[in-house]
């Protein structure tokens, strides 16, 4: 079975700025593939070209198989979902929802089955006769999902559709598109700048930074494997070690010289040799903090400069003897050390992870 979108080698520029370098990616049917990065990494510019509002300067692009290069946006077979919503003031939710079907002349039976499901979907029932201005953002929102969904569209886009709302409703929101989306299979790429949405939402993460897709995969093994330094630091949280050498242990980790001449076991996954630029990386939830000294290569001696409560978790912010920021990240519930106390750091077992310094 044909992707339902493929970016083959794609690139776009404008004037004297490449927006997407040699950007391959494909979303599979039933997929939920999320563009993550910052803002000017890319991300708009390939849902773009997805939807046809630009051409790719070269490389191809096929949906289901077929060089999208000479259709036209309404011939794509796609549903598109914007930050904006879009939706029609003058119609009805009921009336808005059923307008992909009515401009597709579909039987009037089959929009009323088809526009009662997809308001039963998204719990819009008691709201079907209101108009856009008579309901919340949250319910807006599922308005223009639903009217993205009407027509079963072969793959659905979605721009940043949770930016404008606030954090408890983003939260709910982002269930019921995970939850909308396993139900009706529909594939779907999705952008946005928000971590936790992306690790919540995704099948697959594409990682976009300057134009380039730098990182692709599962949100468990970008998280935990992530191929070098940028990707660690904007997928999450991560303390960053200096590494001046390394050696191989065999056993797919390595023997590291870091901070304070100490060496640390880490895993290399990704196979770095010497000469590499690189350097560790230590998630802040991974640490441990104990009063005594460790066994030599498991914990650094480090001191408690800043606690943060934030409910569940505690942030620590501890400092290196060679000055060097930290930070730890402990369950709410464990007493707190003294401010400014001598404590060593550790951490679970090979949580250390050796990347590229890029």
Known sequence: MSAAIAFERVSKRFGDTL???????????????SLLGPSGSGKSTLLNLAVGALQPDSGRLTIQGRDASRLATHQRDIGMVFQRYALFP???LRENIAYPLAIRRQPAAEVRRRVDALLQMTGLQAQAERYPAEISGGQAQRV??????AFEPALLLMDEPLGALDK???LELQAEIHHLQRRTGVPTLYVTHDQ?????LSHRIALCNLGRIVALGTPEA???EPPNRWAAQFLGDANVLPVSAWRDLGDGTVAA?????AVLRARNPHGLRNGSRAVLILRPEDCRLYEQPQAAGASLPVRLEHRHFLGARQRLELRLADGQALQASLSGSLPAPAADSPLHLGWSELAPLLVEDL
Do not use: C, Q, W
Request: proline share 2%; glycine share 8%.
């Open 19 to 33: 927006a997407i370098e040699d950007a391959s990616l494909a979303v599979e049917p039933g997929e939920f593939v």
């Open 90 to 92: 003058h119609k009805t």
């Open 144 to 149: 223009a999902l639903a009217r993205a969904l």
């Open 168 to 170: 408890n409703l983003r």
């Open 196 to 200: 936790e949405e992306a690790l919540y």
């Open 222 to 224: 970008l998280y935990r």
């Open 257 to 261: 010289d870091s901070s304070g001449g």
